[in-house]
């Protein structure tokens, strides 16, 4: 998330200098998820708040984990296109004028379910 195009290692935070905060990704179901604008009301699938230690904030896990989210499809999701949104929300400024500050990141997909 700070990091430079082409410049991402995971030596290095997703989301560094004390950016602390909770990390969520959502899910939406659109028509077509090429052209979709984002503009559809969605449902969280995961959420990474506090659990009582810094190491323990949804950005920290992000960073543990290389910076990338992990969650498991709800199993009852229809088969379809949807828009997943992936954010973060530094904390650091939240209480000065500058507000918290989000990072987010949006994929396109399209689910079918099997039977195996």
Request: net charge neutral; with cysteine.
């Amino acid at each position: 998330m700070l990091a430079r195009p082409g410049n991402r290692s995971c030596a290095n935070p997703a989301i560094g200098g004390n950016h602390y905060g909770p990390a969520m990704v959502y899910m939406s179901a659109v028509s077509d998820a090429t052209t979709a604008d984002g503009s559809s009301s969605g449902f969280k699938v995961a959420q990474d708040l506090h659990a009582g230690t810094m190491a323990s904030w949804g950005t920290e896990i992000l960073n543990a984990n290389c910076g990338k989210p992990t969650f498991s499809v709800p199993q009852t999701l229809a088969g379809g296109n949807y828009l997943v949104r992936a954010e973060a929300i530094a904390l650091h400024a939240a209480s000065g004028t500058g507000g918290a500050q989000i990072y987010m990141s949006c994929y396109q997909s399209k689910w079918i379910w099997c039977d195996v």
